[in-house]
Nanobody, 122 residues
C-alpha cells in the first residue's frame, strides 16, 4: 500500500514557475514508476509526465515537453514536477500516481494522491 500526498500548487502568472511535490508513504516507493496527471475543468484526466523507478527514464506529454521536468528522490520518497513557462491552459488539478510501469494512461497506476490545484492567470 502506498499513500501519496501532493503539495506545491497555487496561483501563478503566465510565464511563471511552480514545483509540485508528491510525498509517498511506505518502504516500497523506490520500486514504483511514478506519474503526474492533470484534470482541467470540464475535461478528462490527462497524462503529464512519468518517471521510472530509478529516475533513469522519463516521458512527457507533447503539451508540456521542454517546459516541465519530472524527477524523484527515492531517499526522500518524493517525486517532483518542476513547471516552467506556465500557460493559462496548464490550469488544472494535478495528481501524482504510482504504478508498476511507466504508463501514459490512468489505468496503469494503482495508487493516487488527492490532487493539488494549479491556476495560471493570463
Amino acid at each position: 500500500q502506498v499513500q501519496l500526498v501532493e503539495s506545491g500548487g497555487g496561483l501563478v502568472q503566465a510565464g511563471g514557475s511552480l514545483r509540485l511535490s508528491c510525498a509517498a508513504s511506505g518502504r516500497t516507493f523506490s520500486s514504483y514508476a511514478m506519474g503526474w496527471f492533470r484534470r482541467a475543468p470540464g475535461k478528462e484526466r490527462e497524462f503529464v509526465a512519468t518517471i521510472s523507478w530509478n529516475g533513469g527514464s522519463t516521458s512527457y506529454a507533447d503539451s508540456v515537453k521542454g517546459r516541465f521536468t519530472i524527477s524523484r528522490d527515492n531517499a526522500k520518497n518524493t517525486v517532483y514536477l518542476q513547471m516552467n513557462s506556465l500557460k493559462p491552459e496548464d490550469t488544472a488539478v494535478y495528481y501524482c500516481a504510482a504504478g508498476s510501469f511507466m504508463m501514459t494512461t490512468t489505468s496503469g497506476y494503482h495508487y493516487w494522491g488527492q490532487g493539488t490545484q494549479v491556476t495560471v492567470s493570463s
